[in-house]
């Protein structure tokens, strides 16, 4: 499910012309559908409605699409999935920014469990011990009235983050029973704290990245699960390049995620 605003067009595209027009991933069925909200531009609305009719992969809740109504997307989604897609094992959230790679993810399912076990996943990249911003001035504030305690639980970060079948029927009904605070709180900490309710702990994956970019490395990108800011066009020339060349060997893999890691965090330090 990828979360997503009614102008970004090109973004949706370029989903469909790479990893989201995958259908069949190590010998199991994928899909990829794009969740937006209501566009308050008319010739916007009218594009979205053409754009629905011709790709039949766009779903649209009952919300005006705005940053901060975030949160009620993925309250549509979580509602959506649970509804309309029982036979699905997993379902990942994406943003529309994000090189996802469901090979690479399935890849660690099949190792690090059963894929087809009945337990709670709720897997990304896990923010530990984020204190609420208290800031007026941020558009992630979140007054003392709205969120009391001093810290949030540990959630995964909003990029990407997979959620099993029985964990998302968790996290979505404790959703439906929760309050909603306004201002309402991001939509990753909202997941975070309905898993909390719900009895979901989040699992931590470094295959997720996390804040700073990872300049493009062609082993690098064949090995993580998600990579975000990734502009459309950037993505076609990416995904084209991680599967023209032959596939990178074990050793070559895990060298280059450590050379990655090490250049992500030098391209933050050099700004
Ligand atoms: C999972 O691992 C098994 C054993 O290594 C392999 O046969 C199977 O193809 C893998 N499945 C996926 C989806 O990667
Ligand atoms: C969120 O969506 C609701 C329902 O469409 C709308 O009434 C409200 O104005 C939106 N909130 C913001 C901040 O855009």
Request: proline share 8%; net charge positive.
């Amino acid at each position: 499910m990828v979360t997503s605003a009614p102008a970004n067009q090109r973004a949706r595209q370029a989903i469909r012309d790479t990893w989201g027009g995958e259908v069949e991933v190590r010998g199991l069925r994928v899909m990829t559908l794009f969740m937006v909200g209501v566009a308050s531009d008319p010739g916007l609305a009218k594009l979205l409605i053409e754009e629905a009719r011709e790709k039949g992969d766009l779903i649209q809740g009952r919300f005006l699409d705005t940053y901060s109504n975030l949160t009620l997307k993925t309250l549509s989604m979580l509602g959506w999935t649970r509804r309309f897609c029982p036979q699905a094992h997993f379902m990942a959230k994406v943003d529309d920014d994000v090189l996802f790679n469901p090979s690479a993810l399935l890849h660690f399912l099949n190792r690090s469990r059963n894929p087809y076990e009945q337990g709670d996943l709720y897997l990304g990249r896990v923010h530990l011990h984020v204190a609420p911003d208290r800031d007026p001035e941020s558009k992630h504030y979140l007054p003392s009235g709205a969120y009391p305690p001093s810290v949030f639980p540990d959630y995964c970060s909003g990029t990407a983050y997979v959620l099993s079948r029985s964990a998302l029927l968790k996290i979505s009904l404790a959703a439906s029973a929760s309050p909603l605070s306004t201002p309402l709180p991001p939509e990753d900490v909202f997941v975070g704290l309905c898993a909390r309710a719900a009895g979901v702990l989040p699992s931590h994956c470094s295959l997720f990245s996390g804040g700073p970019g990872v300049p493009y490395w062609r082993c690098c990108y064949q090995a993580m699960v998600s990579v975000h800011h990734i502009p459309p066009r950037d993505m076609l020339h990416y995904w084209a390049d991680v599967h023209s060349s032959p596939p990178c060997s074990w050793l070559n893999l895990r060298a280059s995620l450590g050379i990655c890691k090490v250049r992500a965090m030098l391209g933050t330090a050099l700004g």
